[in-house]
């Protein structure tokens, strides 16, 4: 994220106006040329056309066939939505600011009953408004709603509509085919030069499911080794220790892989320091997933064909009996949920979750502060166009969006005996972390330790020598950071690193 001061913010909105004026004033100048009139030299009279094809050819066809397209449902019975109605408002620790947040900031004096009836239908029938045959529920769920609050609903149906997360329409803002060629394109060059010079191998889909990801990437032509997934391509180290555990990397929104490739050379620099017995190296994957990275290509898969898919691409290089690392950051740490309530207890070591946003999705604030909020500082407006309006990644928080099925539970985080590390960002533009952190440390079942990321290296109860490593949760916090940003800096790392190197080498 970049900092928010006022001269960011200006050259934030300057370059989200610039992006934004191409395709417009492409479509201004093809009209006027068409009329026999030329105002620019050659080069730009091309691109002026080139990017007005851009526009009406794939832009506009793609926003309107995402926009159509149908959200997922799944069908529980009476008692399992019970369950889970129960299951949600239990981890809520305050339901005033659940459905102010889930209504979009409206207070909650504004609110009738239907309203809360209609966000209920949504949460639990996968329905934008309840039929009459799941009324008699829904009653229920709003008479139970309201004793917890401690307040009645006013009869009727006012004009505050719920955030309908999956079936709301989407919010996506076209982006020139210069920025994707250009500003992805050599993006994504750097970052497989940089991880090639890091000693992993690039694992590229087959060709004809290659040329399906917008803007191309030619470079991958040269990688050796195809991916036995259909759908997901990956960097891969090869696993030779004995002693130590592999690691699986999940990313979060943005531009791929790029934010993390220092932190995954730093970690295999460490991890060639820190063996000094000749017992091989870490293996590493890395997953790449096309639709949040800013890239024009197919959707994001569901739950059951990406664990599919991990699987498959996990079975592949023999990795079925290797108990896990799992380093997940920010969208990643939904797939991490994924596969801590999928996988048996011994296929799944410790877990490293990022700005997890799976903790607290089924508060709201993830989906508000993502797609609902008015932007106003230069990160928030950085958010915004480079990553909620992205084509790929609108869709795939929203009509691939299930919040039941992304939830990492309370109790999931008990039954899992590997150890665990949350870490924070104290600025956090996404996620609450400030609430995360309260809800994680006052369950004493959990028993997570608090460790200030200043304070790691330091010895004593305040530092985090002695607490992450072994099989219990650690809460590490970044009170100065936004989301991501404790990959821009070595310093920042390092503790990450650190802890990656320890879950690594724990010994079951």
Same mark, same amino acid.
Not at 119 to 139: H, I, M, N, Q, V
């Given at each position: 994220?970049?900092?928010?001061?006022?001269?960011?913010?200006?050259?934030? /909105?300057?370059?989200?106006?610039?992006?934004?004026?191409?395709?417009?004033?492409?479509?201004?100048?093809?009209?006027? /040329?068409?009329?026999? &009139?030329?105002?620019?030299? #050659? #080069?730009?009279?091309?691109?002026?056309?080139?990017?007005?094809?851009?526009?009406?050819?794939?832009?506009?066809?793609?926003?309107?066939?995402?926009?159509?397209?149908?959200?997922?449902?799944? $069908?529980?019975?009476? $008692?399992?939505?019970?369950?889970?109605?129960?299951?949600?408002?239990?981890?809520?620790?305050?339901?005033?600011?659940?459905?102010?947040?889930?209504?979009?900031?409206? #207070?909650?004096?504004?609110?009738?009953?239907?309203?809360?009836?209609?966000?209920?239908?949504?949460?639990?029938?996968?329905?934008?408004? +309840?039929?009459?045959?799941?009324?008699?529920?829904?009653?229920? &769920?709003?008479?139970?709603?309201?004793?917890?609050?401690?307040?009645?609903?006013?009869?009727?149906?006012?004009?505050?509509?719920?955030?309908?997360?999956?079936?709301? #329409?989407?919010?996506?803002? !076209?982006?020139p085919f210069f920025f994707y060629v250009f500003a992805v394109g050599s993006d994504d060059l750097m970052t497989y030069a940089a991880l090639r010079w890091y000693g992993l191998d690039h694992c590229r889909l087959l060709l004809s499911r290659s040329l399906s990801v917008f803007p191309f990437r030619p470079h991958t032509i040269l990688s050796r080794h195809t991916s036995p997934s259909s759908h997901l391509s990956y960097w891969y180290r090869p696993h030779t220790?004995?002693?130590? /555990?592999?690691?699986?990397?999940?990313?979060?929104?943005?531009?791929? %892989? /790029?934010?993390?490739?220092?932190?995954?050379?730093?970690?295999?620099?460490?991890?060639?320091?820190?063996?000094?017995?000749?017992?091989?190296?870490?293996?590493?994957?890395?997953?790449?997933?096309?639709?949040?990275?800013?890239?024009?290509?197919?959707?994001?898969?569901?739950?059951?064909?990406?664990?599919?898919?991990?699987?498959?691409?996990?079975?592949?290089?023999?990795?079925?009996? %290797?108990?896990?690392?799992?380093?997940?950051?920010?969208?990643?740490?939904?797939?991490?949920?994924?596969?801590?309530?999928?996988?048996?207890?011994?296929?799944?070591?410790?877990?490293?979750?990022?700005?997890?946003?799976?903790?607290?999705?089924?508060? +709201?604030?993830?989906?508000?502060?993502?797609?609902?909020?008015?932007?106003?500082?230069?990160?928030?407006?950085?958010?915004?166009?480079?990553?909620?309006?992205?084509?790929?990644?609108? !869709?795939?928080?929203?009509?691939?969006?299930?919040?039941?099925?992304?939830?990492?539970?309370?109790?999931?985080?008990?039954? !899992? $005996?590997?150890?665990?590390?949350?870490?924070?960002?104290?600025?956090?533009?996404?996620?609450?972390?400030?609430?995360?952190?309260?809800? %994680?440390?006052?369950?004493?079942?959990?028993?997570?330790?608090?460790?200030?990321?200043?304070?790691? &290296?330091?010895?004593?109860?305040?530092?985090?020598?002695?607490?992450?490593?072994?099989?219990?949760?650690?809460?590490?916090?970044?009170?100065?950071?936004?989301?991501?940003?404790?990959?821009?800096?070595?310093?920042?790392?390092?503790?990450?690193?650190?802890?990656?190197?320890? &879950?690594?080498?724990?010994?079951?």
């Amino acid at each position: 994220m970049i900092p928010n001061t006022f001269p960011h913010y200006v050259f934030i /909105r300057v370059c989200i106006w610039g992006l934004r004026a191409v395709a417009p004033a492409s479509l201004v100048y093809c009209a006027v /040329r068409l009329i026999g &009139y030329s105002l620019v030299p #050659p #080069p730009l009279e091309i691109l002026a056309f080139v990017e007005a094809a851009f526009y009406l050819c794939a832009g506009l066809p793609r926003q309107y066939v995402l926009d159509k397209s149908k959200p997922r449902s799944l $069908q529980r019975t009476r $008692q399992e939505r019970r369950e889970l109605f129960d299951r949600c408002f239990r981890n809520v620790p305050d339901l005033d600011t659940f459905l102010v947040t889930w209504f979009k900031d409206r #207070p909650l004096d504004d609110l009738r009953a239907e309203n809360v009836k209609d966000f209920l239908a949504w949460g639990f029938f996968y329905k934008t408004r +309840g039929s009459p045959e799941d009324d008699d529920e829904l009653d229920e &769920y709003l008479h139970e709603t309201e004793r917890i609050l401690g307040r009645k609903f006013p009869p009727g149906r006012g004009p505050h509509h719920p955030a309908q997360v999956s079936t709301d #329409p989407l919010h996506m803002q !076209h982006k020139p085919f210069f920025f994707y060629v250009f500003a992805v394109g050599s993006d994504d060059l750097m970052t497989y030069a940089a991880l090639r010079w890091y000693g992993l191998d690039h694992c590229r889909l087959l060709l004809s499911r290659s040329l399906s990801v917008f803007p191309f990437r030619p470079h991958t032509i040269l990688s050796r080794h195809t991916s036995p997934s259909s759908h997901l391509s990956y960097w891969y180290r090869p696993h030779t220790s004995t002693k130590r /555990r592999p690691v699986l990397f999940l990313h979060g929104v943005g531009a791929g %892989l /790029r934010t993390y490739a220092s932190f995954l050379g730093e970690f295999i620099r460490q991890d060639g320091a820190t063996n000094r017995d000749d017992d091989g190296q870490t293996g590493i994957i890395a997953i790449e997933i096309m639709p949040i990275s800013m890239r024009m290509t197919g959707g994001c898969l569901p739950r059951s064909e990406m664990l599919t898919e991990l699987l498959r691409i996990l079975h592949h290089h023999d990795w079925d009996d %290797l108990k896990l690392a799992v380093v997940a950051h920010s969208y990643g740490t939904i797939l991490a949920t994924h596969l801590l309530q999928a996988l048996e207890p011994e296929r799944l070591g410790p877990m490293l979750l990022i700005d997890p946003v799976t903790i607290s999705i089924h508060w +709201g604030e993830v989906p508000y502060n993502f797609l609902y909020r008015k932007p106003r500082s230069a990160s928030e407006w950085q958010l915004q166009y480079f990553a909620s309006a992205d084509m790929g990644v609108a !869709h795939a928080i929203t009509r691939r969006f299930d919040w039941s099925e992304n939830v990492l539970w309370k109790d999931d985080m008990k039954r !899992h $005996q590997q150890g665990m590390t949350v870490v924070l960002s104290g600025r956090d533009i996404i996620i609450e972390p400030h609430a995360v952190k309260q809800y %994680l440390l006052e369950d004493k079942e959990l028993n997570f330790r608090f460790v200030d990321s200043r304070n790691y &290296y330091r010895g004593g109860e305040d530092g985090g020598e002695d607490v992450f490593g072994g099989r219990g949760m650690g809460l590490l916090w970044y009170d100065h950071a936004n989301h991501a940003e404790m990959f821009d800096t070595a310093r920042d790392m390092k503790p990450l690193v650190d802890i990656l190197i320890k &879950y690594c080498s724990m010994v079951d």
